[in-house]
């Protein structure tokens, strides 16, 4: 039976090879054993894109790392190839999540590769159209509860607990291992770790799933650098900047709509032993910045993801980034999830492309071009 999911290619890399997903590439740094069914779409290996945009703006040398490139478009999908296939290798039939959307699109998604049921509860009405329909177009069990995140999760945790079904959310360590494998992939790439890591911040699992993959890397002498772990929150969605969990969070990032983060007292022990930093970030900034991203670097991306470049540029602008200091910063969903918000300018009015007529010559004046090469 696990004969069937196992890597076609074996133990040995073909000379030219296609990325094999996070299991089968960090298999010696995972709990993945011969047992372990390989539940896997081929997450990992997103690009790590050099800035110069960024980089001039800040005076650092700035990478994003693009986790929209996922298979589901957001970097839930390495945490979720290691819950599922562990879901799985554990004999169950049935996953649960509570999600602002990512989450339940990825969970969705693996669900349907390994066989098994998806039961995803959503805050109803707060969550974007592009995750609501990956989760319905993968078949899983949509149920919008009359609530927030943070209840969802409450109830997720009591399904859960009390009924056989399996809980995929990141306090299932699971989604941490497998989500910091994004760490391993930057050191592979940069020779060592950043300066500087600067990531959104709900739940606050990827914050905390970053900072174990380059402790891991220090442990194993590949580098000796501890990045500053820099994370962000909406400025109305700030339970970690503010100290305290909030009953009623509020920003137009609706995947980092969390009010009391799942993975609270994981991040500040990181936060503490990164000499990291918990910012808070308005929702004009965040999508300021969404456009920065994708008219400076070329990087379309969902406004909470925006918000680690909101970050860079506040926290430069406060001069705590020194000159030449490696930053890296974690995009963690596309834009194509939340569209809407690419159609508008920074003042937040529509953009309607020109209607032209079948005119190459009328095309060019608009273009402002006149004749020649
Ligand atoms: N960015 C995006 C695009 C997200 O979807 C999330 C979380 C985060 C950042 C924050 O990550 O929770 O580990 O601090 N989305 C979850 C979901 C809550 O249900 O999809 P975190």
Not at 18 to 36: M, P
Not at 160 to 173: F, G, K, W
């Amino acid at each position: 039976m696990a004969k069937r999911w196992r890597n076609p290619f074996g133990a040995k890399r073909p000379a030219s090879h296609q990325w094999r997903g996070v299991l089968n590439e960090y298999a010696d740094r995972l709990d993945v054993t011969s047992k372990t069914p390989i539940i896997s779409l081929g997450e990992g290996g997103t690009p790590l894109i050099y800035s110069p945009s960024l980089s001039a703006r800040t005076g650092a040398k700035v990478y994003v790392k693009f986790e929209g490139m996922n298979p589901t478009g957001s970097f839930k999908d390495r945490g979720m190839t290691m819950a599922i296939s562990k879901a799985v290798e554990h004999g169950a039939k049935a996953v649960i999540c509570a999600s602002t959307g990512n989450t339940s699109a990825s969970a969705a998604a693996y669900a349907a590769y390994a066989g098994i049921t998806a039961a995803v509860l959503v805050p109803e009405g707060k969550i974007s159209m592009g995750k609501l329909s990956q989760a319905v177009a993968h078949d899983a069990q949509i149920l919008q509860l009359q609530g927030n995140f943070d209840d969802c999760l409450d109830i997720a945790r009591e399904l859960a607990d009390n009924y056989p079904i399996h809980l995929v959310n990141s306090v299932n360590n699971d989604r941490i291992e497998g989500q910091k494998t994004a760490a391993f992939e930057i050191v592979d790439v940069l020779g060592r770790a950043p300066d500087f890591h600067f990531i959104p911040v709900g739940n606050a699992g990827n914050y905390t799933a970053y900072h174990r993959g380059y402790r891991e890397e220090i442990a194993r002498g590949v580098t000796s650098v501890l990045p500053r772990m820099f994370g962000f929150q909406a400025e109305g969605s700030a339970p970690l900047v503010n100290g305290a969990p909030i009953n009623n969070p509020e920003t137009i990032a609706t995947a980092i709509r969390i009010g009391k983060p799942a993975s609270w007292d994981l991040a500040i022990a990181a936060h503490a032993d990164s000499n990291g930093y918990f910012g808070a970030i308005s929702d004009a900034d965040i999508l300021a910045a969404q456009k920065v991203l994708a008219a400076e670097v070329g990087v379309f991306a969902e406004p909470a993801s925006a918000i680690s470049v909101a970050g860079l540029l506040e926290r430069a602008e406060a001069g705590v980034i020194p000159k030449d200091a490696l930053c890296v910063l974690t995009v963690t969903g596309h834009g194509l999830k939340d569209p809407q918000w690419g159609l508008k300018r920074a003042d937040g009015s529509e953009v309607s492309p020109l209607v032209v007529p079948v005119n190459a010559d009328e095309i060019a004046s608009v273009l402002g071009m006149s004749k020649g090469h």
